[in-house]
């Protein structure tokens, strides 16, 4: 009996493919129904292709946000933090809301559209702990650790023109959580892999990804003491003095003590240079 091997040599091409963290898709577009997956209140819409999302730096609001949404959430916030009294707060919970609601949809596109925008626009980590429940629940959470980042790209067929159009998504899972992801930068270049070292910032199931691996720590950060650390003989990893009292920095949520900004720009890029390697194992350390 003859076998019918006809879907062999596609199967084989996308097993290969994805082997070496590159994974194409080519599908017809199905109607928006069979299609539903299930996204927040307000979703941004999805960047249209990769070409397209390379493009995002070089010109200005591509988001289309009013940004002043963010400035009037910070004047409201200092009003809120000086308020006295519970009564006080409480009258000015209702404006907060309205105001959180508004910038958390302008923070969504932004994530989707303009990640950089929107890692600079974050509000800082300590914040939400000074807000009313109801209202922290609007704003990005940081984040920061190590996970599986996957990168597929999909040609859809324009059911009018009937041409193929090409678009990439990204996901990365962090804490047991998936979350869609947009990049910036020159991590548009970087390919699937397992243990990505990612730090940015969520909001419901989006996350903005810094282009660096590497996160500098302030002075005067609050270092939970279960964060694993890993020089803990505090030896800096580029230049082998003692970094006792250097500069901290976190990749991956995980620790690590170097002696000056050089040797973190040079830890950085050691990181990097292993990460834009085109295979899903390469973890940067």
């Not at 976190?250 to 295979?279: P, S």
Request: proline letters at 7%; a positive charge; glycine letters at 6%.
């Amino acid at each position: 009996m003859r076998k019918n091997n006809h879907y062999l040599i596609p199967t084989l091409l996308l097993t290969a493919l994805a082997g070496a963290g590159l994974v194409h898709v080519r599908e017809a577009a199905a109607a928006p129904a069979q299609n539903a997956q299930s996204t927040p209140a307000v979703a941004p819409p999805a960047p249209a292709g990769n070409s397209e999302a390379k493009s995002n730096e070089a010109k200005s609001n591509k988001a289309d946000v009013d940004e002043q949404i963010f400035t009037d959430f910070k004047v409201w916030s200092k009003s809120y933090a000086k308020a006295l009294g519970p009564a006080e707060k409480t009258a000015l919970e209702a404006e907060g809301l309205a105001l959180a609601v508004r910038r958390s949809e302008a923070m969504l596109r932004l994530i989707a559209f303009d990640p950089k925008r929107a890692l600079l626009l974050a509000a800082p980590p300590r914040a939400r702990q000074e807000l009313p429940t109801a209202i922290a629940a609007h704003v990005e959470v940081h984040l920061s650790g190590r996970g599986e980042f996957a990168v597929i790209v999909i040609d859809d067929i324009d059911p009018q023109t009937k041409l193929w159009k090409s678009r990439v998504k990204r996901s990365i899972v962090l804490g047991g959580k998936s979350y869609h992801a947009s990049v910036y930068g020159r991590r548009l270049g970087v390919t699937t892999k397992k243990r990505m070292a990612a730090h940015g910032i969520v909001l419901g199931r989006y996350m903005a990804i810094h282009e660096s691996p590497v996160r500098r720590l302030a002075p005067d950060a609050a270092i939970p003491p279960e964060m694993p650390i890993g020089n803990p003989d505090k030896l800096c990893p580029i230049c082998g003095a003692d970094a006792a009292r250097g500069l901290a920095v976190d990749v991956g949520g995980v620790l690590y003590y170097l002696d000056t900004e050089e040797d973190i720009k040079k830890f950085a890029a050691r990181i990097e240079a292993q990460e834009d390697i085109i295979d899903p194992d390469a973890t940067g350390l």
